[in-house]
């Protein structure tokens, strides 16, 4: 053993003592890599920062930004709304539909952000079914983790192994490598979860302190709405037709026109009432009506519209992604105290239209247009989600008291689902066919993101886990380094040493269990970082293909279901399941050792050493 090796080893194993001890911070431990290894003189400066031109490391970057993408757009959040509709009422039905949706998504976007989205989904649907939230979130965790098992551009370690692979003069892996190994530790894991459930305790998270947020509901209740939305269709022939909507303004009848959908070529848009704009035949009308029945019926007779049944209430009227509500207070010295309802929406202020007034805790009924307001009143504002944050942030003469809810869950990009969903279809037959490198089709995927407004400059750069990538990149070099110094031959030769005349399956097992141990001190990325050389070296010692050995090293590290700190997956289910560190252990260890002898059965079948 060399004084290089030696003093390479040792920043080694500074690393892994400081992974361990969490801290400084991952990327701080990157840094700090990139700086202290080319002062042993194995490497150079350069070479030690060439991981931020590494093409892994674009890659990652720009499959951050498809998978923000899907959430942005609403499309990951759809899968969720099916499962909670499709589980009948079953939680067992419903963690089955959640490992698959779970697995399912995060094989085109980040596990993390996977658990992110279906953390609040399953855990509304276990209030509804009065579920303990433990029973769902270790089976979520788990799917996310074996989603990375899928596909290459899963999750980060599947990359860094075939880059080695690449970067050694072999064949790297292809887009579906991964899943004829994915799918059926998938289909075990369903069923041992079914079992193994039984021993996750039975525990609720404690109750959030604080005053909750209203919901819409709340307050369609309390201030009756429900019954004043409308939603009329414009007929051929309609007087609506034509002129300009100032010249057939409704507001002194009582009837306010809160939005306009508008169907086009690539589907169906809604539109701000602007006093200049013109209704077309087929617009569909969302109106506030005073005097609901007759009113609806004169509108009927007297202009030419249709009206459409409301089967699920109000919410099913209002599109919640544009339009929302907000409570505002009229403040003492307001220039709005004595103006009346009416004139406030005659003047279109703020943009928003008053739908309920309060005095204290009397609710305004029928007079509502009537009345004048006073200091201290609450009014209910309705209208674009734009117009309702614009109103909390700039001086106007009134004081935000509530938004709702439901506003945690607007969309930035609501109403294009569609587009990120072809684009990420697109990429994935891109990749399959071979047309391009992989890198070079998400960097296209991620400009008709960015072209079809799926994204913004400042939303994908938030995407990115910079912490992510600076630690991948300060990892890089020690491959480099290990290789120069010998310490990859030497770890070679110790594993070939210590598994003797052992058959190719036994030496793939052991490449299952280093990787999966490290990786529960280091982060999988890292140890994938470590691993593959080694994994590649002991395949040329046996004379055996390097494939299955660095697919060994690329499943064990997405195996990481032993503690609450080998993953960032692990660690986001702890609060809501309310774990302990033991649970991890107690369920995941058994499962990791039915993933190892599940990869030494399969791997050579589709592989051969």
Known sequence: MTNDLILVLALLG??????????PRMDVVGMLMIVLLPLTGVITINEALAGFADPVVVLLAALFIVGDSLVRTGAAQRVGDMLSARSGGSPTRLMILLMVAAAGLGAFMSSTAVVAIFIPIALRICRSMDVAPSQLMMPLSVAALISGMMTLVATAPNLVVSAELVRQGHQGFSFFAFTPFGLPILALAIGYMLVARRFL????????????????????????????????????GSSLVGPPREEIDLRPEGVNLLAIERRGRLGTG??????SGVLQVGDVLLMDVRAPGPRVEELRALYGVEVLPLEGGVFSAIPSQEIGMVEALVPPESPLIGRSVLDLRKSGEFGLTVVGLRHGSRVVGPELLEERLKAGDTLLLTGFWSDIRRLGTEDHELVVLNLPAEHAEILPAAGRAVFATAILGLFVVVIVAGWLPTVHAALIACLLLGLTRCIDLKSAYGAISWKSLVLIVGMLPFAIALQRTGGVDLAADMVVAFAGAASPRVMLGLIFAITALLSLFISNTATAVLMAPVAVAVAGEIGASPQPFAMMVALAASAAFVTPVSSPVNTLVVGPGNYSFFDFVKIGLPFTIVVLLVSVAIVPIFMPP
Do not use: K, T
């Open 201 to 236: 305790p039975d525990r609720r998270p404690p109750q959030a302190s604080g005053r909750q947020a209203p919901s819409l509901a709340e307050w369609v209740e309390r201030y009756s709405l429900e019954g004043r939305i409308y939603r009329v269709r414009v007929l051929p």
């Open 270 to 275: 809604i539109i701000r009432p602007e006093p």
């Open 14 to 23: 500074a690393a892994i003592a400081m992974f361990i001890a969490n801290r």
